[in-house]
């Protein structure tokens, strides 16, 4: 069975805080490992990762992918209260599906 | 404005009645996907549609059935609703990249509760 599952479930730092967010998968045809965050709507695009030990970033997020272990991390450096959100890892098969974490809620206190 | 709506944000309905979920997208991204949100389960593929008249089953199927007669829509109907279809359902669209699917961009949702 295709799954992928996200650690911590939740998550409450300080601001300034680095945090470290993790999703590991078991998906047949492993096509792509995406990232969101939701806030109180729609899930919004952060990343894409399809090779292994590529880092992406953007500004103060950062992500990583090890296909070999079957897992990723989202990294977030100097949390900031607007970083308090529902933190979504996806994996996409090579047949088009996306199969979705339960999240990590990460709350930023001031 | 571009981008993908759905429609109603809110709906509550009755068990047994059948109800329509819609969805448009302006940017003429070929897949379309419906998912639903649920406390303890994340967000789940009910079916996604890669082209127009294309539809696949994903995850949680039974209950529900969509359509897709043209490329900007994808309803998502509940032909006899239940108590277990209360949810939240998302609407996502993304395009087909030449090296496979790129990121889907979500709609904000349709909160349904059926009582």
């Known amino acids: 069975e295709d799954k992928v599952v996200q650690s911590p479930l939740s998550l409450v730092v300080h601001e300034g805080d680095t945090v470290t967010l993790n999703c590991s998968y078991e998906?047949?045809?492993?096509?792509?490992l995406l990232w969101y965050k939701q806030e109180k709507k729609a899930p919004t695009f952060l990343f894409m990762l399809?090779?292994?030990?590529i880092e992406k970033k953007s500004g103060r997020l950062s992500s990583i992918l090890d296909k070999k272990e079957l897992f990723s991390i989202l990294n977030i450096t100097a949390t900031q209260t607007g970083d308090s959100a529902v933190y979504l890892c996806?994996?996409?098969?090579?047949?088009?599906?996306?199969?979705f974490g339960t999240g990590t809620s990460l709350t930023v206190i001031p | 404005d571009a981008g993908i709506t759905q429609s109603p944000r809110y709906k509550i309905t009755e068990t047994g009645r059948q109800v329509t979920l819609m969805c448009h997208q302006t940017?003429?991204?070929?897949?379309m996907f419906w998912y639903r949100q649920d406390l303890g389960h994340g967000l789940r593929l009910i079916y996604y549609?890669?082209?127009?008249?294309?539809?696949d089953k994903g995850e949680v199927p039974d209950g529900y059935v969509v359509s897709r007669s043209k490329t900007e829509n994808f309803p998502l109907t509940l032909e006899s609703a239940t108590r277990s279809q209360t949810s939240v359902y998302f609407c996502?669209?993304?395009?087909?990249?030449?090296?496979?699917?790129?990121?889907?961009?979500f709609g904000d949702g349709t909160r349904l509760s059926i009582l």
């Open positions: 996502a669209s993304s395009e087909a990249g030449r090296t496979g699917q790129e990121p889907q961009h």
């Open positions: 940017w003429s991204h070929s897949y």
């Open positions: 549609s890669a082209a127009a008249d294309i539809t």
């Open positions: 998906v047949t045809n492993f096509r792509s």
């Open positions: 399809t090779s292994s030990g």
């Open positions: 996806a994996v996409g098969n090579t047949g088009n599906q996306f199969y």
